[in-house]
């Protein structure tokens, strides 16, 4: 089911507005429909913006954020225009956001100057340029390195990167413990993991000393302590069966969903699979992105063939983007994010009445690496599938073989006690 290109309608009447302002309200039209917005958001947007168009001539005012929240705040709150008018205020501030970027994308009103950067926010920046240029971190990875920085240099520094040169232990290990309360263990590695990270960036600039650095307190975790989470066979059809297939967007979750259950991928490899990594005369796929960086080449489930057929055939929204999965809300056509592609599988996990400790999508990608072990596979072919850089990362699946684990325990010798 192709999407349908919006119906003509009336918008504004353009015989009270100037012809420059008409010019850009259209420009807004053609904006808001490339986007995919519903004719009736298009018309409310419309209507808004001739508003503040009337207003701008009546109060001689040129259009930039200060005029937009101007309007915004003191206008709308006393506005005694002629109906029909748009008066609320979250809905007019939307239009206005939109009319300005899809302005300043036509070259109707000039640029807006960037605001200037705080020192935190400078700082920030910095460090960022450190974790790709140097440490080549992937963006998923340096977002969260960045947000635990951001909340270290507000505790700890006040803001102040200056500050960094009188740092104590002890400050440290109060965030620290402050920050990590409530947290599972793997999410207090995690925060620390960052904290240090940020640190030895600013030894590496002489900040700070070796002693601060090392005074981030180690999180235990031992390795193969647990078993991992999975859900067995009529689980997965249970959770495969929960997606409306006679939807655009049914079609498309379902196939994502198999992609993250048949061939093991990340949130991350779903959402940049792209129309060219399917060599479907083979029945291969290509899988270009991960953790190690190394592209692997995979074989196309029948089922998961045809499920994407399907998408790519009858649901996915027309465009140039050579993405597979595409978004079916405002922005239409843009490549999904990591984001809707977890969003998906919670959503299906929590309508199937499925309640796992851990429900997202990592819990299909251990479904997997279970079943093939318990299948007889090596743990060598689980890492290539997976896409482990170490076969130590694989080891834990050997925990899940029961049947080859009776074998080796030791009986308990009689009369020990």
Not at 131 to 139: E, K
Not at 178 to 193: F, L, M, Q, S, Y
Not at 203 to 216: H, K, M, N, Q, T
Request: glycine share 6%; hydrophobic share 40%.
């Amino acid at each position: 089911m192709q999407r349908k290109p919006p119906a003509s309608c009336p918008m504004v009447n353009e015989e009270a507005l100037s012809g420059d302002a008409v010019v850009r309200i259209r420009c807004l039209i053609s904006y808001l429909r490339s986007r995919g917005h519903p004719d009736g958001t298009v018309r409310c947007y419309a209507r808004s913006v001739a508003h503040f168009e009337r207003w701008l001539a009546d109060e001689r005012k040129t259009i930039n954020e200060r005029s937009a929240s101007h309007f915004t705040n003191d206008h709308l709150r006393a506005c005694a225009c002629s109906p029909p008018v748009v008066t609320h205020r979250k809905t007019v501030h939307a239009a206005l956001n939109h009319f300005l970027v899809a302005l300043r994308s036509a070259g109707l009103v000039t640029p807006c100057e960037p605001p200037q950067l705080s020192s935190v926010e400078v700082e920030l920046r910095s460090y960022d340029a450190h974790l790709l240029g140097v440490c080549g971190l992937s963006s998923n990875t340096r977002i969260y390195r960045l947000r635990y920085a951001r909340e270290f240099l507000a505790h700890c520094l006040g803001g102040r990167v200056d500050r960094a040169a009188g740092l104590q232990p002890e400050q440290l290990e109060d965030f620290i413990i402050a920050r990590a309360a409530g947290c599972c263990r793997g999410t207090a590695k995690v925060i620390c993991a960052a904290i240090r990270s940020y640190l030895k960036y600013l030894f590496l600039r002489g900040d700070v000393s070796r002693r601060i650095v090392e005074a981030v307190p180690t999180i235990p975790q031992w390795r193969l302590s647990s078993v991992p989470r999975s859900l067995d066979k009529e689980q997965v059809d249970r959770l495969l069966a929960v997606f409306d297939t006679s939807t655009s967007a049914g079609l498309r979750d379902h196939a994502m969903v198999l992609c993250m259950a048949t061939l093991g991928l990340r949130t991350s490899e779903v959402a940049g699979l792209s129309l060219g990594d399917f060599d479907w005369r083979n029945g291969i796929v290509r899988i270009s992105t991960g953790k190690s960086r190394h592209a692997r080449v995979l074989p196309l489930p029948e089922e998961l063939g045809e499920a994407i057929s399907r998408y790519l055939r009858a649901g996915r929204p027309a465009s140039s983007e050579p993405a597979v999965f595409l978004r079916h809300t405002v922005p239409v056509g843009l490549r999904v994010t990591y984001h809707i592609v977890r969003s998906v599988v919670r959503y299906a996990l929590a309508k199937a009445g499925i309640n796992p400790p851990m429900p997202g999508p990592h819990l299909l990608r251990h479904t997997l690496a279970t079943q093939m072990v318990r299948n007889g596979a090596r743990l060598t072919e689980v890492a290539g599938v997976l896409g482990h850089a170490s076969i130590d990362t694989t080891a834990i699946y050997a925990k899940v073989d029961m049947p080859l684990l009776s074998r080796v325990v030791v009986p308990w010798p009689r009369g020990a006690l």
